[in-house]
């Protein structure tokens, strides 16, 4: 197994947490703390008593600030084609499981990046989000180009691009980069709350949901809605809808088996 360094990673029940332990240097994300998110994040998404995979980052400072600029500044323009950041954010993005980004103080370039390939971000009133690459003669190039037009909008997008600005939780929130806001006392009630939200849905209905609208979103409204109804066929074939159903009509909790 191997070794992590910048990286902790702990189970509890139903739910993955990967730590990303590097306070010194805020949590920036270098090639061997990307290494061992990957690595972290296929033991938690081959492990199938996992339903959810919560990201934040210790020190209390950042969730994750950025690339090192150290490293950055040697890089030639093969790296950039080769760079692993970008498939690494494209397969969280696709996980099987429910993808939760905590965001506790800083989450700049690369960091903001990580989080908005999760699928919902919880921003505290510390949390500081931007993408301030365009200071370095650079752009965001793990995804963040795309995937923030598409949480936030084209307009605000470029706006945020191009200036670099940094958001506070609440302006976050209050334009959809984040799910949700909270202080940083009532982050843990926040969490549980949304986790055990999703742990009463039915599992495979909640991974075929998060199917249908990521590989939904680029089509035509009528391809997506094909990819929606046999989503919907296959659901209704399970035992979980069975059970779902049949625990709605006699009012009482469902218990779901994944199957």
């Known amino acids: 197994m191997q070794i992590l360094e910048y990286?902790?990673?702990e189970a509890k029940e139903q739910i993955g947490f990967i730590t990303l332990n590097r306070p010194e240097a805020r949590n920036?994300?270098?090639?061997?703390m990307l290494d061992e998110i990957e690595h972290a994040y296929v033991r938690l998404e081959k492990d199938?008593?996992?339903?959810?995979?919560?990201?934040?980052?210790?020190?209390?400072?950042?969730?994750?600030?950025?690339?090192?600029i150290k490293a950055l500044a040697a890089k030639t323009?093969?790296?950039?084609?080769?760079s692993p950041i970008q498939p690494l954010f494209n397969l969280i993005e696709q996980s099987t499981k429910v993808t939760i980004a905590i965001i506790d103080g800083y989450a700049l370039g690369g960091g903001c990046e990580l989080a908005m390939a999760c699928d919902i971000r919880i921003a505290t009133d510390h949390a500081k989000l931007g993408l301030p690459e365009l200071n370095l003669g650079l752009l965001p190039g793990a995804g963040g180009?795309?995937?923030?037009?598409?949480?936030?909008?084209?307009?605000?997008?470029?706006?945020?691009?191009?200036?670099?600005r940094i958001l506070s939780g609440e302006e976050a929130?209050?334009?959809?980069?984040?799910?949700?806001?909270?202080?940083?006392?009532?982050?843990?009630?926040?969490?549980?709350?949304?986790?055990?939200?999703?742990?009463?849905?039915?599992?495979?209905?909640?991974?075929?949901?998060?199917q249908s609208v990521h590989n939904g979103y680029d089509l035509d409204l009528k391809s997506a809605q094909?990819?929606?109804?046999?989503?919907?066929?296959?659901?209704?074939?399970?035992?979980d809808k069975t059970e779902g159903t049949q625990?709605?009509?006699?009012?009482?909790?469902?218990?779901?088996?994944?199957?």
């Open 48 to 68: 199938t008593n996992i339903r959810i995979i919560v990201f934040q980052g210790a020190g209390g400072r950042a969730f994750a600030a950025g690339a090192d």
């Open 226 to 239: 094909w990819i929606e109804r046999l989503s919907l066929s296959l659901l209704l074939g399970t035992e």
């Open 145 to 164: 180009t795309q995937r923030l037009a598409r949480l936030v909008g084209k307009g605000r997008a470029l706006d945020l691009i191009l200036t670099g």
């Open 247 to 259: 625990a709605f009509i006699e009012k009482r909790p469902a218990h779901f088996t994944n199957k």
């Open 7 to 9: 990286i902790e990673v």
């Open 173 to 210: 929130c209050n334009i959809g980069l984040a799910s949700y806001f909270c202080t940083r006392e009532d982050l843990k009630e926040t969490l549980e709350m949304v986790t055990k939200s999703i742990l009463t849905k039915g599992p495979i209905a909640v991974h075929l949901a998060k």
């Open 28 to 32: 920036a994300l270098d090639e061997k």
């Open 77 to 82: 323009p093969l790296d950039g084609l080769i």
